[in-house]
């Protein structure tokens, strides 16, 4: 249910953007209230479903950071939730044998993934990195909503 309401809120989000027009051109200001209430969002959506990218997006990407400094925002923030949650998942079994394993084979993939984002967003003009977020957030949102449709 949960990824199904993340899902919902993306694509509402993009929705709302592509409508206005407003990919390209709006700038919001900081809100901090706001920041607070969808960073705890992807907090949680990120615990229960690991989906947190969502809600974080719909508070960032209006801010139209540095692509950079958005990147590494998101990248800081994964990074300290990812770390809080290492001691509730041992405490719920999470770090088995082979959920340890699985996990082993992808660090190649996701040592190089790493790298080549990195890259990217280095050489990566904010006119194509932006709407280029949004597609992928509208991607999300797809398949968030087509797995919480098919998990009910």
């Not at 592509?18 to 209230?33: F, I, N, Q, Y």
């Not at 705890?40 to 692509?67: E, I, K, N």
């Not at 790298?115 to 991607?139: D, E, K, N």
Request: no cysteine; hydrophobic share 55%.
């Amino acid at each position: 249910m949960v990824r199904l309401i993340v899902g919902l809120v993306s694509a509402v989000f993009v929705l709302r953007v592509v409508l206005s027009r407003g990919v390209l051109v709006t700038v919001a200001k900081e809100r901090p209230m706001a920041g607070r209430f969808w960073s705890l969002l992807a907090g949680y959506t990120s615990f229960v479903a690991h989906a947190g990218a969502p809600p974080l997006q719909v508070y960032l990407l209006p801010l139209r950071m540095d692509p950079k400094v958005f990147t590494g925002t998101n990248v800081m923030f994964f990074a300290i939730t990812n770390v809080l949650k290492l001691v509730p998942y041992a405490a719920l079994g999470g770090f088995g044998a082979q959920n340890l394993g699985r996990a082993a084979l992808m660090v190649p993939l996701a040592i190089a993934s790493t790298w080549l984002g990195a890259w990217t967003v280095r050489h990566m003009r904010a006119s194509i990195f932006y709407p280029l977020t949004y597609v992928s957030v509208a991607l999300v949102a797809v398949k968030l909503i087509w797995d919480g449709v098919t998990g009910l």
